[in-house]
């Protein structure tokens, strides 16, 4: 798994694709209300502290997103969670970059990780969950900027959030981050950005946005995205905001402030 600066690089997100398939052959399953937690062997105790923090956090970030009113994974609909017994059975299966700690398919609301790795119940989780929440909600078809869907799954994580705002303030303090110009031309992330620049900005851009302006205002840029409308005009219209420039200004001023 690969660290950087105590960070970890935690999943691929896999938006639009097929879903891969799940090959090991027996699993046991536990099922909550919005959640089926599908395993092999699991410590005792892990399944219930599992289940109960996965409910906790979907009702955390459907509230922080501005998505309370909407139901989105009960009865069949309900999210997938496989658990693998360690990391080596997890990336015997494909689609496993040898870093990650999890894989997020949003097309069947799935997330597979393995058991053992820290930061799972405090990061990992809420991360994937933020990721298919969010999609779910706005369409999985629309093409976005990849800083918005890791800002929004960032924005959800505990444990590595604060470390997350700390760097990304540091970039502000030395003039090191993305400008926004080039920010929003990332949709794949190439070699030539590093992913912890990348990531902790993109989280901190959406934790500015939902505390500065609420959940109401990150509602309606949702909203508009789901209707239809371009990423870049829901993102101006919803937030108020002029121009780029206006909005890159004000999340600098609020970066240097928190
Ligand atoms: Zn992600």
């Known amino acids: 798994m690969k660290i950087i600066a105590g960070i970890l690089l935690i ?10 398939e799940v090959i ?34 979907y009702n955390s970030i459907v509230d922080e997103l501005g998505f309370r009113r909407f139901d989105f994974w009960s009865w069949d609909n309900r999210a997938k969670i496989y658990l693998y017994r360690n990391s080596d059975e997890f990336r ?3 689609n496993r970059a040898n870093w990650s700690g999890a894989v997020v398919t949003v097309a069947n609301r799935t997330i597979e990780s393995f058991i053992g790795q820290s930061g799972f119940f405090d990061s990992i989780l809420p991360h994937e969950m933020a990721h298919i929440i969010f999609r779910e909600f706005v369409g999985q078809k629309v093409v976005l900027p990849l800083w918005i869907d890791e ?38 992330l190439g070699s030539d950005i590093q992913p912890q620049t990348f990531y902790s900005q993109s989280a901190s851009i959406v934790v500015f946005l939902i ?20 990423w870049q005009k829901a993102l101006l219209s919803a937030f108020r905001f002029n121009d780029f420039n206006e909005m890159e200004e004000a999340w600098k001023a609020f970066m240097l402030k928190s």
Request: glycine letters at 6%; charged letters at 25%; a positive charge.
């Open 11 to 20: 999943s691929s997100l896999l938006i639009g694709q097929v879903p891969a």
């Open 24 to 57: 090991s052959s027996f699993w046991q399953n536990k099922k909550s209300q919005h959640f089926v937690v599908y395993y092999q062997e699991a410590p005792a105790g892990f399944l219930d502290e599992l289940i109960y923090k996965a409910e906790d956090y």
């Open 92 to 94: 015997k299966d494909a």
């Open 151 to 188: 800002g929004v799954a960032c924005s959800q994580e505990r444990s590595y959030l604060l470390g997350r705002m700390q760097f990304a303030k540091n970039l502000v303090l030395q003039n090191k981050y993305l400008k926004f110009s080039k920010l929003f031309e990332i949709y794949q």
């Open 211 to 230: 505390r500065q302006y609420g959940k109401e205002s990150f509602l309606d840029f949702s909203r508009k995205i789901r209707d239809g409308v371009h």
